[in-house]
């Protein structure tokens, strides 16, 4: 392969440099129909599970046909997608922000087609490329993180999580007959990438291990002031030690006082921590983003750990769909899931679920464990 | 014929839901075909040997990509996230494996020859592989390596008239829902206003200055379909504060059980007759509606805007006329400190171009949290460490009982000298005179 250059030289770098214009306007890419009565919609309607038409003051209508899909694509899958839109919709397409591809045409025999056409396209290994659905009261497509594809800190995979988890609940991405919309996230570890800290069900990668200390290296890759400074719990401290002889700065970790949040690893690249006994995953439950009815909240941890059981993590989809199943039994309509865990009460929440409370489930972080103890004679037997 | 065995990814090509696994297989094949006759810049087999180094993680449980490492395009410090395999010999295709972040166009629409712009660069420049989208709401494309890098922006920026996102410690790429576009509900231009932040600010989003990352996201509506009050520093909301439009003879036409309620999101299970009393009206978080004698009453005074009635009946009930947008600061996921949710600062604020007024609370807050905020301090926690008060004093903003859930509990004020009679400075000898030790 010969390297072909663009046009950049790197003897004079500020040549023709363009640099800081942003993206492209958005109006370059909405279909005819949208900017034209952008800002003028009257209603809209979900005709049937992954089809929606918006109608605008002026009488337009806009049919939209959503599709889920993996997140991780390569160029093959998005041309294909291309060749979609253009036989279908004019060239224009857009994605959710929950990772879902929506094809929008003006009639409703066109979102027929296209939905069929959308079902019917499948990959080799036997998958749907494109299935229909993801609307309304249901599960959409999980918004997720990179995990062990492509990314240095995860305890768990991403992709991988989040297809064993989809196919375990895809006939609830394909219909809509959950009490209101339950929103199902994803990070690989406690930074949280994917903000699950505020989703109906949130899939957590966790460590159960401290960071090992490289004394080799620590000194010439980190900046020791930072890996101490980087520890919530002030677990680390400056030492010396002896490494072949030789004396060298490094950290100590004060093991028992770190909750395995990784921050130190994320600053210090001498102190790794995943290990395969180790990690796993928790499953949190509750959170919010909407305003409807209740304000936001915060997802609560449910179950502490799982173990990482790849390819298809069968007791985390165990637990997912136990959870769901309770739910879709017991809510009331509109009521999302953390409303009906907080009416029946959170020790009734566990009863009906099937899921084990055990003492990691009660909050020992600083303040905000306070607010998450009881104190009321108000509980149930 | 693949060229490492992944027995245990295989297991993911099945089931119903996408396959990422069948999707990188499809173009490894078509990278090791290569029908078009590509002079790939980077090894061809790279999606192989990224299934490769992928099935190794499945069976050790760990991953075997290393960490960072400083890389980026002349000029930026954001846009580029440095990545390497630590089993570069056993699988060289993706020993160098960069990420480079694209801006992404507000709201998320294409047209299909941008993308296929972007996969003809990516085919010849990177592994072929790509997230649509990745958290922060950027196009990112995955792996590439070094000497791409310069290239791969000329191509973005001279060809596409795109630019790079943000990483590192400068503001992440702002991000929107969809809005006005096609929404009834989108009380503000949120892709306008996004695009005008991204680029009034292409300053910091390229050029690291700040303490720690900071992130404008923008809902239209309370629905909060980007999440912005849950992970944004910045989390601009649209709402109203006027009435909500009632067209009576539909909330008949719910109430006759003409139209399917909450828009047809429940059809999949039968819930029974649609109940206007106890399905909206008993539902309203502040009980400021009435149903009676057929005619639905809000008392939009005590309306809290939670979006469940117009959510529940949207052909009858439509949101207010006098829009603008909310503003709340200081969401963040756990690390380091806990969970925070954006707390409200602007009950409400205009969101007309050319955003004067959003952008002096920004411009105001930056400038206190770049001088007080500590090292990978988010706003957030540079407000709980340093009070709401502070806050409300670097933006000119007088508190208001809106900006608190309820009181405080603890009566230890921090009054300040001038708020006391006669201020803090006095002698001890005037107090003796009264009072014997």
């Given at each position: 392969m ?7 030289n790197p003897?004079k770098?500020?040549e ?8 492209r306007h ?5 279909p005819p129909?949208?900017?034209?009565n ?5 209603y ?14 002026s009488g337009?209508?806009?049919y939209t046909?959503r ?5 991780l694509?390569t ?8 060749d979609?839109?253009d036989?279908f919709?004019?060239?224009h397409?857009r ?7 929506e094809?929008?045409v003006t009639t409703?025999d ?6 069929k ?13 494109f299935p229909v659905g993801?609307t309304g009261?249901?599960?959409t497509n999980?918004v ?6 492509h990314c ?5 995979d991403a992709?991988g999580?989040?297809k064993?988890t989809?196919?375990a609940v ?9 009490p209101?919309p339950?929103?199902?996230?994803m990070?690989?570890?406690?930074n949280?990438?994917?903000?699950v ?5 949130a899939?957590l990668g966790i460590?159960?291990k ?11 890759m980190c900046?020791v ?13 400056p030492?010396k ?14 093991e028992?006082?770190c909750m ?5 690893y994320?600053?210090c690249?001498?102190m ?14 509750g959170g919010?983003?909407s ?6 909240a915060?997802s ?6 799982i ?6 993590w069968?007791?985390?989809t165990?637990?997912i769909?136990?959870?769901?199943d309770?739910?879709?039994k017991g809510a009331?309509?509109?009521e999302?899931?953390?409303?009906w865990a907080?009416r029946?009460?959170?020790e009734r929440?566990f ?7 055990s ?8 303040d ?5 103890w009881?104190?009321t004679?108000?509980?149930k037997f | 014929?693949?060229?490492?065995k992944?027995p245990l990814?295989d ?11 069948s999707d990188?297989k499809q ?5 090791a ?6 002079d790939y810049q980077?090894?061809?087999?790279c999606?192989?040997?990224l ?5 190794m993680?499945?069976v050790?449980g ?8 400083i890389v980026?395009v ?12 630590d089993?570069?010999q056993?699988?060289?295709g993706v020993?160098?494996?960069h990420?480079v ?5 507000s709201g998320?629409?294409y ?5 296929r712009?972007l ?6 420049r990177?592994s072929g592989?790509?997230?649509m989208?990745?958290?922060?709401g950027?196009?990112v494309l995955l ?7 310069e290239e ?6 001279h060809n596409m008239?795109?630019?790079l996102g ?12 969809l ?7 989108a ?6 206003l996004?695009?005008?932040l ?6 910091e ?8 990352k900071?992130k404008?996201?923008i809902?239209g509506?309370?629905n909060?379909c980007?999440?912005?009050i ?7 909301i649209?709402t109203?504060r006027?009435?909500?439009?009632i067209d009576?003879?539909?909330v008949a036409?719910?109430a006759g059980?003409?139209i399917?309620p909450?828009?047809?999101a ?6 029974g ?5 106890k399905e909206?009206?008993?539902r ?10 057929g005619?639905?009453e ?8 939670c979006m469940?009635?117009?959510n ?6 439509r949101i207010?006329?006098?829009r603008g ?32 007024e ?7 807050i ?6 007080e ?10 407000m ?5 008060q502070k806050?409300l004093?670097?933006?000119n ?15 230890y004020?921090?009054w300040?000298?001038?708020?006391v009679t006669g ?15």
């Amino acid at each position: 392969m010969a390297f072909i250059s663009s046009g950049y030289n790197p003897e004079k770098p500020m040549e023709n440099r363009i640099t800081d214009i942003g993206p492209r306007h958005f109006e370059e890419f909405l279909p005819p129909v949208i900017k034209k009565n952008k800002g003028t919609w009257a209603y809209h309607e979900i005709l049937e599970p992954g089809v929606l038409l918006h109608v605008a003051d002026s009488g337009d209508k806009v049919y939209t046909v959503r599709c889920g899909a993996a997140r991780l694509m390569t160029i093959t899958h998005i041309r294909e997608i291309c060749d979609i839109a253009d036989k279908f919709c004019g060239g224009h397409l857009r994605f959710t922000t929950r990772n879902n591809i929506e094809f929008m045409v003006t009639t409703e025999d066109e979102a027929k087609a296209l939905k069929k056409e959308l079902n019917g396209r499948k990959f080799s290994g036997g998958s749907y490329k494109f299935p229909v659905g993801g609307t309304g009261a249901g599960v959409t497509n999980i918004v997720h993180t990179q995990g062990w594809v492509h990314c240095h800190t995860p305890a768990t995979d991403a992709s991988g999580t989040v297809k064993a988890t989809m196919d375990a609940v895809f006939e609830e991405f394909t219909s809509m007959r959950l009490p209101a919309p339950v929103r199902i996230a994803m990070a690989c570890c406690l930074n949280m990438c994917g903000a699950v800290h505020c989703s109906d069900i949130a899939i957590l990668g966790i460590h159960r291990k401290p960071p090992m200390i490289d004394h080799e290296h620590l000194d010439n890759m980190c900046e020791v002031p930072l890996a101490v400074a980087a520890c919530p719990t002030g677990a680390i401290r400056p030492t010396k030690t002896e490494w072949q002889g030789k004396q060298v700065n490094t950290v100590a970790v004060k093991e028992e006082r770190c909750m395995f949040c990784g921050n130190c690893y994320t600053m210090c690249p001498s102190m790794p921590l995943s290990d395969k006994e180790g990690d796993g995953i928790a499953i949190m439950v509750g959170g919010k983003i909407s305003n409807r009815i209740t304000r936001p909240a915060f997802s609560k941890v449910v179950v502490p750990f799982i173990p990482n059981e790849p390819p298809r993590w069968p007791t985390m989809t165990k637990v997912i769909t136990q959870i769901l199943d309770a739910y879709s039994k017991g809510a009331r309509k509109y009521e999302r899931l953390g409303d009906w865990a907080n009416r029946i009460g959170w020790e009734r929440f566990f009863e009906v679920c099937g899921l084990e409370f055990s003492h990691h489930l009660i909050d020992d972080f600083r303040d905000p464990a306070y607010y998450t103890w009881r104190q009321t004679t108000q509980f149930k037997f | 014929m693949a060229k490492h065995k992944t027995p245990l990814l295989d297991q993911l090509e099945s089931g119903p839901w996408p396959s990422f696994v069948s999707d990188i297989k499809q173009e490894c094949d078509s990278r090791a075909k290569n029908a078009k006759g590509v002079d790939y810049q980077i090894p061809a087999d790279c999606p192989d040997d990224l299934l490769g180094v992928l099935e190794m993680s499945y069976v050790d449980g760990e991953t075997h990509w290393k960490h960072g490492g400083i890389v980026g395009v002349f000029g930026y410090g954001g846009g580029v996230i440095g990545r390497y395999c630590d089993q570069p010999q056993m699988f060289p295709g993706v020993a160098h494996f960069h990420t480079v972040r694209v801006n992404q166009p507000s709201g998320l629409y294409y047209k299909t020859d941008f993308l296929r712009q972007l996969c003809d660069l990516w085919e010849l420049r990177g592994s072929g592989l790509t997230n649509m989208h990745g958290s922060t709401g950027d196009i990112v494309l995955l792996g590439t390596t070094t000497p791409q890098l310069e290239e791969i922006f000329f191509e973005l920026t001279h060809n596409m008239n795109n630019d790079l996102g943000g990483s590192g410690s400068n503001l992440r790429t702002p991000s929107c829902c969809l809005g006005q576009s096609r929404c009834e509900f989108a009380c503000i231009d949120t892709q306008q206003l996004c695009y005008d932040l991204t680029n009034t600010y292409q300053d910091e989003l390229h050029r690291p200055a700040f303490p720690y990352k900071f992130k404008f996201k923008i809902d239209g509506c309370p629905n909060g379909c980007v999440a912005a009050i849950a992970r944004s520093d910045f989390s601009i909301i649209g709402t109203w504060r006027d009435e909500i439009r009632i067209d009576q003879k539909v909330v008949a036409a719910y109430a006759g059980g003409e139209i399917k309620p909450n828009a047809g999101a429940h059809a999949g299970r039968d819930w029974g007759k649609f109940d206007i009393q106890k399905e909206v009206v008993e539902r309203c978080p502040s009980g400021c509606i009435r149903y009676e004698g057929g005619k639905l009453e809000i008392n939009n005074k005590e309306c809290v805007r939670c979006m469940h009635c117009i959510n529940t009946m949207p052909r009858a009930l439509r949101i207010g006329n006098d829009r603008g947008a909310s503003i709340l600061c200081g969401a963040k996921a756990p690390i380091l400190d806990g969970p925070q949710m954006s707390s409200l600062l602007v009950p409400f604020i205009k969101a007309e171009e050319p955003y004067s007024e959003i952008k002096e609370v920004i411009e105001n807050i930056w400038d206190w949290w770049m001088e007080e905020g500590k090292n990978r301090e988010r706003l957030g926690e540079t407000m709980k460490r340093l009070s709401f008060q502070k806050l409300l004093d670097v933006t000119n903003i007088k508190a208001d009982a809106r900006h608190v859930r309820e009181p405080r509990h603890n009566p230890y004020i921090f009054w300040k000298e001038e708020e006391v009679t006669g201020g803090w400075k006095r002698e001890i000898a005037d107090y003796r005179k009264k009072h014997q030790k």
